[in-house]
């Protein structure tokens, strides 16, 4: 069998394409609205007197949030299954990729309370992320050196090289483990500010 290469374009590239903006699409997309929606019916109170605290509510609506990116994620899998060699590196760039969308999500519903803003900054930082998705399938040679610099950190391209690798015949280890740990980072880093806005909400 014939396996395409990571630079390749096609339908490798466009499989990936499409799980990474389903991917980021459910987790921008749906999770702010599961903390926008305990605001807006003033449910959040009710909750922090109970014993549960305003983290483990948190906590509640990421694991939803990763349960939607994840039955997206099947859907494309389903119907493209026959493609993926490596499912292990498969799957662990979908689950990076659901904790990255989702840690995103969380941020912007703890941030805000009016969907419209939301929406505004949403659509902002996707375009922001989708963009280079396609930039880096480009020869790079094309591109000005400032683009080829910042497009390897994103954690877009990450995702989308990650699910190339698994439609390739060989695995390059150095490849494969820096753009898990740009993934891995990026989700650790978000998280990270959710519960620092979490904290001072808490109080």
């Not at 990474?20 to 702010?32: D, E, K, N, R, S």
């Not at 903390?35 to 909750?47: I, M, P, R, S, Y």
Request: glycine share 6%; net charge neutral.
């Amino acid at each position: 069998m014939i396996y395409p290469s990571l630079d390749a374009g096609g339908q490798s590239f466009m499989i990936s394409l499409a799980l990474t903006i389903m991917i980021l699409t459910v987790g921008f997309a749906l999770v702010p609205y599961l903390l926008v929606e305990e605001k807006e019916n003033h449910t959040f109170e009710a909750l922090l007197v109970s014993p549960a605290r305003f983290s483990q509510v948190v906590t509640g609506k990421a694991l939803a949030g990763t349960c939607y990116c994840l039955s997206a994620a099947v859907v494309v899998f389903l119907f493209n299954a026959k493609l993926f060699v490596h499912w292990e590196v498969a799957i662990l760039a979908v689950l990076l990729g659901a904790a990255f969308a989702v840690a995103v999500g969380l941020l912007m519903g703890a941030l805000f309370d009016n969907p419209a803003t939301i929406n505004l900054w949403m659509g902002v930082l996707f375009m922001l992320l989708l963009v280079p998705t396609f930039l880096a399938a480009l020869d790079s040679t094309k591109l000005p050196e400032v683009v080829r610099t910042i497009t390897p950190w994103l954690p877009s391209v990450a995702l989308g090289r990650l699910l190339k690798i698994a439609m390739a015949g060989d695995v390059p280890a150095a490849l494969l483990w820096s753009n898990v740990a740009v993934l891995a980072v990026s989700a650790l880093v978000v998280y990270v500010l959710v519960v620092w806005r979490v904290r001072r909400s808490d109080r």
